[in-house]
């Protein structure tokens, strides 16, 4: 029995150390330009790893995203924090606040944020499909969100555009350099600590917008 607990135990940190790995390089290189004998000779493994434990690198390239998301902020997540929200408000104050969190944490500027930024702007052959899932999903709450908030239908374009304008400040700080970020505006700090003013600060912007579309619309 202690046999097989020491086997499971070494199968175990071997799959984590896999995934570490792997990770690591797909965010610097991509699935296409990171080969399964490179993320084996870093993790220090034998050739044939990658097969016994995930099937070959297509499964690690999905367990290592299914890590990243989980790092980060995952789409379940996501939703039962807006669903504990009573106001569409207190929703959008919720979804931007788990988003601003993720940015600011320590994984979004080691391998997972990385590699999802990467996903974003040239996304994989493998995991393209199930990405725009994911973001679709996302989309379509805060569509419903900031429907709700202009008082137009979820459909409508003009809510596609401010949920455009809402997001796009996320989009920045999850692609952007941020070495570069400070470089430019020194006074900016996106830590753990700032994360709850960033959301304030763009909830003030959010908000002011989606008024102001919602009475551009109906003025047409």
Same mark, same amino acid.
């Given at each position: ?19 570490? =790995? !792997? ?6 290189? &991509? +699935? $296409? ?6 993320? /084996? ?25 299914? *890590? ?24 959008? *104050? !919720? +979804? ?15 391998? %997972? ?5 990467? *996903? ?11 990405? $725009? ?19 137009? %239908?979820?459909?409508?374009?003009? =809510?596609?555009?401010? /949920?455009?304008?809402?997001? !796009? %400040? /996320? ?5 952007? $350099? ?13 830590? %753990? ?11 003030? +912007?959010?908000?002011? &917008? ?5 009475? $551009?619309?109906?003025?047409?």
């Amino acid at each position: 029995m202690q046999r097989r607990r020491t086997v499971r135990a070494h199968g175990a940190r071997t799959r984590a150390r896999l995934i570490e =790995v !792997a990770g690591q390089l797909f965010a610097e290189h &991509g +699935f $296409d330009g990171t080969t399964g004998q490179a993320i /084996c000779r870093r993790a220090g493994t034998h050739a044939g790893s990658i097969v016994y434990h995930f099937g070959g690198m297509a499964g690690l390239y999905r367990e290592v995203l299914d *890590e990243a998301q989980r790092r980060l902020v995952s789409t379940e997540a996501l939703q039962a924090a807006v669903a504990a929200q009573p106001t569409p408000q207190r929703k959008l *104050e !919720a +979804f931007l606040s788990l988003i601003v969190a993720a940015l600011a944490s320590r994984a979004s500027g080691s391998w %997972p944020g990385k590699l999802f930024g990467r *996903e974003f702007v040239n996304p994989s052959a493998l995991y393209g499909a199930e990405h $725009d899932r994911t973001l679709r999903m996302r989309a379509s709450m805060l569509r419903s969100i900031v429907g709700a908030l202009a008082g137009l %239908p979820p459909q409508n374009p003009a =809510v596609a555009r401010a /949920c455009l304008s809402t997001m !796009a %400040p /996320c989009a920045l700080m999850l692609l952007a $350099d941020r070495r570069k970020l400070r470089r430019v505006f020194p006074e900016l700090r996106l830590t %753990p600590a700032q994360a709850a003013q960033m959301t304030r600060h763009l909830m003030t +912007f959010a908000l002011a &917008g989606i008024a102001a579309t919602s009475k $551009d619309s109906r003025a047409l």
